[in-house]
């Protein structure tokens, strides 16, 4: 069983920014997509970034240009660094981990760490 261990998570004025980090418990463990989702108050969980084995890198259309989501593979591992960040990033970020493209593939979430932005 896999773990994802987020870290990073806290208080930031508007326009500052934030580094979040997530680690898998077992690193030789072959993950094909790891990235990020937010759940914001009333709000539905939504993608916020996601790196793909190969290289591709999704963003949600309210980040891009903000935020930048990188992966070191050898470590399992996946960041996302948060610039100029606004209230309405402001929310639970959860990291996801996906072992594959397929249905059977296994998906994995963390805990979750608040991001809070201030005005």
């Known amino acids: 069983q896999v773990q994802l261990v987020e870290s990073g998570g806290g208080l930031v004025q508007a326009g500052g920014s934030l580094r979040l980090s997530c680690s898998a418990s077992e690193s030789r463990f072959t993950i094909w997509r790891m990235g990020w989702y937010r759940q914001s108050p009333g709000k539905q969980r939504e993608l916020v970034a996601a790196?793909?084995?190969?290289?591709?890198?999704d963003y949600a259309s309210s980040v891009k240009g903000r935020f930048v989501i990188s992966r070191d593979n050898g470590k399992n591992t996946v960041y996302l660094q948060m610039n100029n960040v606004k209230p309405e990033d402001t929310g639970v970020y959860y990291c996801?981990?996906?072992?594959?493209?397929?249905?059977?593939?296994?998906?994995?979430w963390g805990q979750g760490t608040q991001v809070t932005v201030s005005s």
């Open positions: 790196a793909i084995s190969g290289g591709r890198t």
């Open positions: 996801h981990a996906q072992t594959g493209i397929s249905v059977e593939a296994s998906h994995y």
